[in-house]
């Protein structure tokens, strides 16, 4: 019978209405179970970075600000201000960014174990997310008072957001050197907060005074800063790559130990912009505006290149350790076998000859069968036939050969006597449309499944955030480079696109079932992400700076084309 309350009619559900509503809720939570899996990822990264912000502004009111404002004649109203406010949107994002995460992976849990939301809510990772929910609104409370001054709260309350951190860290799931290990941990974070997080706040107070002398004086001081960061930050990655990773073998072998090679990379390319900016600030005292300027400029794509850690480093904590993994490790004579060179296919297969596509679980449920087979990694593997590992290896070689003519076409378009070749970024647009006809033949245009419907498999959700990727950066830069467009600001449209095509590129999945298929796979788009990052940072400071820099990185960026083409030329799945 039918209920009155607060003036609306509810009707009582039967057990069969409700059990049909919970098998469709399941259907399409496993359904999306890989994009939920790639968004959560996306989602944990944000938070790290707001995270790095607020504690990193923490630590630079306290370790900078506030001995700034000692200073006699210094100026500092409106870089206080100005941080304050920092601090205040990046707390305000974090509880924004952790609510959606919180229910992202509560969904995913849910969906896949049948567990109850009272079950999923008393779980550690809940509670820690909840807990830097509050600390991070208490935060921006605070913050947003103008008359707030005093620090100690703030370090408080970033002290618990940085506990949540190591809560949910593979600290927090060890049995055996569990706090000597959440130790090293929250070194660990702390570091990148004060050196990453910092740097953000001390653009910000260089960008808001014009004095010299405090410039200096901030230079200086938050060097000092960087410098025990960076020890801290070495120290702290050394003990805990050996005793997540075990081995070298692990290093090279596992997923785990492949990500870390990269966050390395990054991490010495973060040295190198590091030490510049470091020899600058050694002769500070004559230095002119233009070396400032400089300075920040470097600092701007340091503090990209650190975003794009954290993101590895959100994409490293969805992976078990390295140590954990001692089977179906990667061999030394695999991967040679895999990666040594060998002439590109270019001829493709019928697509009638490939495999049907993959049925998701909303097939199933059309046919009246409530059985959830969407595809989860490593419960039902099918190796793909010689036709598919064909197709694939043919779009990865075209795609090569047209990125190798962009980056001729890039350097061409420096030399004199090649004006033609200022056009080259329109062969991007030719790129994005091969990728998007025929980068997934089990989806439209080609395939059986729709338009829509192919969104719900997270590797061609990527694929397509890609092609647009490609294409934003083929019209802006094209009316770049061709001075249709005279705006500086849209000149940065290409690097931003290439450091963030890089950043997605870490996440990427290709959920093959196999495990030794999956970290090859892996292997190939570490590299292809470094150099794509690498290109955008290089173009970004050649757009930013002048002098006897820019005449070299002019090079760089085009250079870094050429060899991701070189490698798509030469992927391999057999």
């Known amino acids: ?40 990822v996306l989602l944990r990264g944000a938070a790290l970075v707001c995270q790095t912000l607020v504690i990193g502004g923490a630590i630079f009111s306290l370790w900078i600000l506030r001995p700034l404002n000692a200073v006699p004649g210094a100026r500092t109203a409106d870089i206080s201000r100005s941080a304050r406010l920092l601090i205040c949107s990046c707390a305000m994002a974090l509880a924004v960014i952790q609510v959606f995460y919180l229910a992202a992976d509560s969904l995913l849990l849910i969906g896949t174990t049948g567990l109850a939301w009272r079950s999923v809510m008393g779980a550690s990772f809940f509670v820690a997310g909840l807990a830097s929910v509050i600390a991070a609104l208490i935060i921006a409370a605070v913050t947003a008072r103008r008359n707030y001054r005093e620090t100690s709260v703030l370090i408080a309350l970033t002290l618990l957001i940085l506990s949540t951190l190591v809560a949910t860290s593979h600290a927090a799931g060890r049995v055996e050197g569990r706090a000597v290990l959440a130790a090293f941990g929250a070194l660990h974070m702390l570091a990148v907060a004060s050196w990453i997080g910092g740097l953000a706040y001390l653009l910000l107070a260089l960008a808001r005074t014009s004095e010299s002398s405090v410039r200096r004086w901030l230079c200086c001081r938050f060097s000092s800063l960087a410098a025990l960061s960076v020890v801290v930050l070495a120290a702290s990655g050394f003990m805990l790559s050996i005793s997540y990773i075990g081995s070298r073998d692990a290093l090279y072998g596992t997923a785990y130990g492949a990500m870390v090679s990269a966050k390395t990379v990054m991490f010495i390319m973060l040295l190198a912009l590091g030490a510049a900016n470091f020899l600058t600030v050694r002769r500070i005292a004559t230095a002119g505006d233009e070396r400032i300027v400089t300075l920040r400029r470097f600092a701007e794509a340091e503090l990209g290149i650190g975003f794009t850690v954290i993101l590895a480093a959100a994409s490293l904590s969805s992976q078990p350790p390295a140590v954990d993994l001692p089977a179906d490790r990667l061999s030394v004579s695999e991967i040679t076998q895999r990666f040594t060179p060998r002439w590109p296919s270019l001829v ?24 959830l087979q969407s595809f989860i990694p490593g419960t039902s593997y099918q190796p793909n036939t010689p036709y598919d590992i064909a197709w694939s290896e043919y779009n990865h070689h075209w795609a090569g050969i047209i990125v190798v003519v962009i980056g001729l076409l890039a350097v061409a378009a420096r030399l004199p006597g090649f004006r033609w070749a200022r056009h080259w970024p329109l062969a991007f647009l030719g790129l994005g449309v091969f990728l998007l006809v025929r980068a997934d033949p089990e989806n439209w245009p080609l395939g059986p499944r729709g338009f829509w419907q192919s969104f719900t498999v997270a590797e061609v959700l990527q694929h397509r955030l890609f092609v647009l990727l490609i294409a934003a950066f083929a019209v802006f830069e094209w009316g770049v480079a061709t001075a249709r467009i005279s705006s500086r600001r849209a000149a940065l449209v290409f690097p931003v696109v290439c450091a963030a095509g890089g950043a997605l590129l870490l996440t990427h999945a290709h959920p093959l079932g196999n495990l030794k298929e999956d970290l090859l796979s892996e292997l190939s788009h570490i590299p292809l992400a470094i150099f794509a990052i690498v290109a955008g940072w290089s173009r970004w400071l ?20 050429v060899m991701i083409g070189m490698i798509l030329l030469n992927y391999k799945e057999s």
């Open 348 to 371: 493709t297969p019928p697509i009638a000859s490939l495999s049907p596509a993959t049925p998701l679980s909303s097939d199933d449920s059309a046919s009246g069968s409530e059985k």
């Open 542 to 561: 050649e757009v930013r700076i002048e002098g006897t820099p820019r005449q070299f990185l002019t090079w760089v960026w085009p250079a870094c084309f």
């Open 1 to 40: 019978m039918a209920g009155v309350i607060g003036g609306r009619t509810y009707y009582p559900r039967s057990s069969a209405v409700r059990r049909s509503i919970t098998t469709f809720n399941n259907n399409v939570v496993t359904q999306l179970l890989d994009v939920f899996s790639f968004v959560s």
